[in-house]
């Protein structure tokens, strides 16, 4: 194929990548760092919006908070969507697409509508709490919405999807021969597990958590529904700041940093993996 040609067909992508991504985020940067006076944008060059977050204890929390929740919402959706996948690899069960199809479930139905069935289960006067108090085996309902578990669960769920898919894909290639190969060599099925599977679903495991992390940090629907914006996530400051407050270049700010803090994790934890893949490779 000769440069003319691939030229013509990269070029639709890289113009659409340019018009729909990078130049939005350039005009955010830009706009974090004007001023705002009267309703009016003033090009004028001010990092006082970063300055204000990080030395604000209330946005940092915010951040930490947000960060924390994408970890656990992964390392949950990681240990659950784990054996579902490897289940799904194996199996040769007539029942594997009932499966797939409840395992995908959550993504035929608006999110929306989720958090509306997770407040109707984890509510003070919900169904969970509801039976547990009628049967006397508690004498106040528990505390499951309103907070960072009802948010976590209600994430779980909705992310849990992809997890699996992603998984499911990388372990679908591994070579049965090779665990055979092991247990040949004496190895029970844990340790086969352990030292050939696992490691060999390294780069599903990566691409799933990747996939999970950045969706949960970046989530506004659910923390506001199931958690009644009781649970600050940076995705609300932002809102709050942009279409409540007007703060266009605070609101930037907040947002750019979001960005470049979890593209600096995603990197580091590719880094990690890669490392690890060598290490077993």
Not at 11 to 34: H, T
Not at 180 to 187: I, K, Y
Request: hydrophobic share 55%; charged share 10%; net charge positive.
């Amino acid at each position: 194929m000769t440069r003319g040609a691939r030229v013509l067909l990269l070029g639709p992508y890289v113009l659409l990548l340019v018009v729909f991504f990078v130049a939005p985020l350039a005009l955010m940067l830009a706009i974090s760092f004007s001023r705002q006076s009267y309703g009016q944008l003033d090009w004028t060059f001010t990092p006082q919006h970063y300055v204000h977050f990080f030395s604000d204890a209330y946005y940092l929390g915010v951040l930490a908070d947000t960060l924390w929740l994408g970890v656990i919402t992964t390392a949950a959706s990681l240990l659950l969507g784990y054996p579902l996948a490897y289940h799904l690899a194996l199996t040769r069960s007539r029942w594997k697409p009932l499966l797939i199809v409840f395992i995908l479930s959550p993504l035929l139905v608006g999110i929306v509508i989720r958090c509306y069935g997770w407040m109707i289960l984890l509510a003070d006067r919900g169904l969970i709490n509801e039976s547990l108090v009628l049967h006397g085996w508690l004498a106040k309902p528990l505390p499951l919405m309103y907070n960072k578990f009802g948010v976590t669960v209600a994430l779980v769920h909705v992310f849990l999807p992809f997890m699996v898919l992603s998984l499911t894909g990388v372990l679908k290639r591994i070579e049965p021969q090779l665990i055979e190969a092991a247990q040949t060599l004496g190895a029970s099925p844990r340790r086969a597990f352990f030292e050939v599977t696992l490691p060999l679903s390294l780069p599903g495991i990566l691409a799933g958590s990747l996939l999970v992390f950045s969706l949960a940090i970046s989530s506004f629907v659910v923390p506001i529904l199931v958690g009644g914006f009781k649970v600050h996530v940076l995705p609300m400051i932002v809102y709050e700041q942009v279409l409540s407050v007007f703060d266009w270049p605070f609101g930037a700010a907040n947002a750019f940093v979001l960005l470049v803090i979890s593209v600096v994790l995603i990197a580091v934890y590719i880094k990690v993996t890669e490392r690890a893949l060598r290490g077993i490779v």
